[in-house]
C-alpha cells in the first residue's frame, strides 16, 4: 500500500533524479523546485503517494528541509485523505511524516497537533497494541523531550516500550530503538544509571539481530560511549567510539556522514581531556566528509564548525574561531531558519566568545535576540530558556552588574529544578555560579550552602573522582580562602589538583588553573617558596596547552611578577 515505498515507486522516482542530473549538469537538489512537482502530479494517486513519500526521504537524507519537503508531504496528506478516508491508516502514516519534518525544522508547535492525530488514528484503525502505535508514541515523545516537557515524554517511551515488546518480543530490533528512545530521556535527565542498562540491553539485541559489525551496532556503541563520556568515564568511552568507527568506515566507507558524526564523538572525547591537538585533527576530518557527502550548507556542516570553533576557543585562538561561529550561524539561519534552537544556540556561541574577548557591546545584542528565540519556540520552562538565562547572567556578572545578573541566575536555576529535578548537573552549575556572584559581593553566608550542594549534586551523580566534583570542590575553596579560611580552603585545593591529575591528566589546563589556585593561596599565606614552583608549573601546563599568547598564560605571568614584587624582586617581576 501506500505507506511502504515500494520498489516500481524507488525505481522509477531515481531515474527521475537522474534525467534532471543529466539535463541541468547541476546539483539536483537546486532543480528539483521547479520540476519536480509538475511531474508528481501526472502520476496515479497510489504511485504518486508512493513517490513524496520516497522523495522527502532522499530530501530529509541530503538536510533539505525546506519548501519542496513541505510541499510533498502536505500533498501526501491532502491525497490519502481524499482517497482514503480522514482515519485511514496511510492517512497517519503522511502526518506523521510532515510532523517530523516540523520537528526537524524546530517547529515544534506545528509539529505537536499533527503527531497526536497521526496516533488517534492509528489507534482507531490498528488499534492501542499495534507496533505502529509504539511507533507514534516514541515520536510524540521525542517531540516533547525536544519541548523539555520530560514529565510528558517518559510515560510515552514506557507505554511504546511495553506495546513493542509484547507484540514483536523483547528481542526485536524495533524494541531496542525504543529501549535507546527512553534511554536518551534518562540521559538528558542526568540519570545515568537508569540509561546505563537500558544503552546496554539495546546493543546487545542489535548485536544478535544483526551482527557485530552492522552500522545500527556503531550507533549502540556511540550512544553508550557517549553516556561513559559524560559521567566522566573517559577510559571506557574511548574503546567504544574506536569500535564504532572501525564499523562505520568498513560498512560504510571512509566518506561516509556517519563515519564523519564518529570523528566528531572522538574529537569531543580528547577534547574534555585536553587533547586538543588530537580533537582538532577529527574534527577537520568530519568536516571533509560533511562537505563532501551534503555540500557546504547542511545543518551537520553548521554542527562541525561550531565544533571546531568550540575547540579554537578553548584554546584561546579566537582569530581563528570566530569566522567559524559566523559561518555555522549562517548555515543553521539558512537551513533552518531564524527561530530553530540550533539557531539560538548559535547565537549564543557566538555571543560567548565576544564576552571572553571583552567585547560586552557586541555579546549582549546577541544573548538577548537568542534568549528572545528560545523564548518564542520553547517556551519559558523549557532548559535551554534556561541557559539562555544564565549566558546573559553570565555576561552582567562578567560586566560588574550584579543587580542584573541575580535574578536571572535564580530565574534559570528554578527552571532547571523544575525541568530537570533537583539533582541534575545543570541545577549544579547554576547553583555554583549564583554561588560565585554571592562570592564576590561578599555575601559568603549565601554562597556556602549552595556550593556545599552544588558539590553533593556532583558526588552522586558522577562520582568522587570525575572533574566536576574538582570544580565545585576548587569553588568551595576559593569561597574560604576568600574568607582567610586558609585551614579550610588548603585540603580542598588539594584534593581538586589530585582529582584533575587523575581524570584529566596531569598537563591538562584545568591542572594549571588549579596549580594557580594553590600558589596564590601560598602567596597569601607568605609562604612564597611553595608558591613559586606552583606558578611555574601552571605556566609551563598553559604554555604547552594553550599556546604562549593564550590569556590564561598572560595571567599567570602576571602573578609571577606579584609573587616576586612581594618578595621585592623587581628585576624578575619585569
Not at 522527502?56 to 502536505?74: D, E, I, T, V
Not at 553508550?224 to 567510539?241: N, R
Not at 589530585?498 to 609562604?527: E, F, M, P, S, W
Amino acid at each position: 500500500g501506500p505507506s511502504a515505498i515500494t520498489q516500481i515507486a524507488a525505481l522509477e522516482l531515481w531515474s527521475f533524479w537522474l534525467g534532471v542530473e543529466d539535463q541541468c549538469g547541476v546539483r539536483v537538489e537546486e532543480q528539483l523546485e521547479k520540476v519536480f512537482p509538475e511531474w508528481v502530479e501526472s502520476l496515479n494517486i497510489e504511485r504518486e503517494l508512493n513517490i513524496c513519500f520516497a522523495a522527502s526521504a532522499l530530501l530529509n537524507q541530503a538536510g533539505r528541509y525546506g519548501l519542496l519537503n513541505k510541499q510533498l508531504l502536505l500533498r501526501a496528506v491532502s491525497i490519502s485523505e481524499k482517497s482514503l478516508g480522514l482515519d485511514h491508516p496511510d492517512v497517519g502514516a503522511s502526518l506523521n511524516l510532515l510532523s517530523l519534518l516540523y520537528d526537524a525544522q524546530g517547529q515544534y508547535v506545528k509539529a505537536l497537533p499533527l503527531m497526536n492525530r497521526a496516533l488517534a488514528i492509528r489507534e482507531k484503525a490498528l488499534g492501542v497494541d499495534h507496533p505502529d502505535v509504539g511507533v507514534s508514541l516514541n515520536n510524540l515523545a521525542g517531540l516533547h523531550q525536544s519541548l523539555g516537557d520530560y514529565g510528558k515524554a517518559l510515560p510515552l517511551n514506557e507505554r511504546a516500550l511495553a506495546i513493542l515488546e509484547n507484540a514483536l518480543g523483547r528481542d526485536h530490533p524495533d524494541v531496542a530503538g525504543s529501549l535507546n528512545n527512553l534511554a536518551s530521556l534518562y540521559h538528558d535527565l542526568g540519570e545515568y544509571g537508569k540509561a546505563l542498562p537500558l544503552n546496554e540491553r539495546a546493543w546487545a539485541i542489535r548485536q544478535k539481530a544483526w551482527g557485530k559489525e552492522h552500522p545500527i551496532v556503531g550507533e549502540s556503541l556511540n550512544n553508550l560511549a557517549l553516556l561513559y563520556q559524560d559521567q566522566g568515564d573517559y577510559g571506557k568511552a574511548l574503546p567504544l567510539y574506536e569500535r564504532a568507527l572501525a564499523i562505520f568506515k568498513k560498512a560504510l566507507g571512509k566518506d561516509h556522514p556517519d563515519v564523519g558524526a564518529s570523528f566528531n564523538n572522538l574529537a569531543s572525547l580528547y577534547k574534555d581531556q585536553g587533547g586538543y591537538g588530537k580533537a582538532l585533527l577529527l574534527n577537520e576530518r568530519a568536516l571533509t566528509i560533511y562537505e563532501k557527502a551534503y555540500g557546504k550548507d547542511h545543518r551537520d556542516v553548521g554542527t562541525c564548525l561550531n565544533n571546531l570553533a568550540g575547540l579554537y576557543e578553548e584554546q584561546g585562538a579566537y582569530g581563528k574561531a570566530l569566522p567559524l561561529f559566523e559561518q555555522a550561524l549562517a548555515i543553521y539561519e539558512k537551513a533552518l531558519g531564524k527561530n530553530h534552537r540550533y539557531f539560538a544556540m548559535s547565537l549564543n556561541n557566538l555571543a560567548k566568545l565576544y564576552q571572553l574577548q571583552g567585547d560586552y557591546g557586541k555579546a549582549l545584542p546577541l544573548f538577548v535576540r537568542a534568549q528572545a528565540i528560545t523564548e518564542r519556540s520553547m517556551g519559558k520552562n523549557h532548559p535551554d530558556f534556561a541557559n539562555s538565562l544564565h549566558n546573559l547572567a553570565g555576561l552582567y556578572d562578567a560586566q560588574g552588574k550584579y543587580k542584573k545578573a541575580l535574578p536571572l541566575f535564580v530565574q534559570a536555576l528554578g527552571i532547571r529544578e523544575k525541568a530537570l529535578g533537583p539533582n541534575h548537573l545543570d541545577v549544579g552549575t547554576s547553583l555554583n555560579d549564583l554561588a560565585g556572584l554571592y562570592k564576590t559581593t561578599k555575601y559568603y553566608s549565601k554562597a556556602l550552602p549552595l556550593l556545599m550542594r552544588a558539590q553533593g549534586i556532583a558526588e552522586k551523580a558522577m562520582g568522587k573522582d570525575h572533574p566536576n566534583v574538582g570544580t565545585s570542590l576548587n569553588n568551595l575553596a576559593g569561597l574560604y580562602k576568600a574568607q582567610g579560611a586558609y585551614g579550610k580552603a588548603l585540603p580542598l585545593f588539594k584534593r581538586t589538583l589530585a582529582i584533575y591529575k587523575k581524570a584529566l591528566g596531569k598537563n591538562h589546563r584545568n591542572v594549571g588553573t588549579c596549580l594557580n589556585n594553590l600558589a596564590d593561596l601560598y602567596k597569601a599565606q607568605g609562604v612564597y617558596g611553595k608558591a613559586l614552583p606552583l606558578f611555574e608549573q601552571a605556566l609551563a601546563i598553559y604554555e604547552k596547552a594553550l599556546g604562549k599568547d593564550h590569556p590564561s598564560v598572560a595571567g599567570t605571568l602576571n602573578n609571577l611578577a606579584g609573587l616576586y614584587k612581594a618578595q621585592s624582586e623587581y628585576t624578575k617581576a619585569l
